[in-house]
């Protein structure tokens, strides 16, 4: 494991890369970063090239359309808030039912098309081109303005998630 801020060209080692692993840690700060390193539509070729990717936390944030529903502080301002985009929803990683809920509501006021998963602690999604799959032992929160929140259990059928839409 090689991590690129020691690389001094850093689109050259993700040309190379055979898999991309972003972790945590604020979505602002790493998202100004990719956008000042001209990352993100690199990243984007790569995944689609199908080089595989895992994010957690603010790496799974930054896979989203944007980074709007993160639930991070602003400390930093980056130039858009628009993200690689390699899933077509927003994901609301560390989903927690009493304080995150009127947020998304939120959002969704301003953006009607768009599905947000809830994610909670100790779950994962599993996607590649053709499916979406949710992972561990707790379920899924899936929010989209006018359609009741509701949940999703693991084995459950997702699959709708991943149909792009215009």
């Known amino acids: ?9 850093k689109r050259n080692f993700i040309r190379h890369a055979k898999a991309i692993v972003i972790g945590g840690g604020n979505t602002f700060a790493l998202l100004k970063k ?4 001209d990352l993100l539509d690199m990243i984007f070729r790569r995944v689609k090239a199908g080089v595989p990717y895992i994010g957690w936390s603010a790496g799974s944030n930054v896979t989203c359309p944007t980074i709007c529903t993160t639930n991070d502080m602003p400390i930093v301002q980056p130039q858009s808030f628009r993200a ?19 947020r998304i509501n939120e959002y969704l006021e301003a ?5 947000v998963v809830g994610l909670r602690e100790g779950c994962m999604l599993r996607v590649t081109e053709s499916s979406i799959e949710l992972i561990g032992s707790r379920p899924m929160r899936i929010f989209k303005k006018g359609i009741e929140t509701y949940e999703v259990n693991p084995g459950d059928n997702i699959e709708f998630l991943i149909k792009r839409t215009k």
């Open 84 to 102: 690689i985009g390699l899933v077509p929803f927003q994901i609301n990683p560390h989903y927690l039912d009493e304080t995150r809920e009127q």
């Open 111 to 115: 953006n009607r098309s768009r599905y």
């Open 34 to 37: 990719m956008q000042e390193e």
């Open 1 to 9: 494991v090689r991590s690129i801020h020691h690389a001094l060209n």
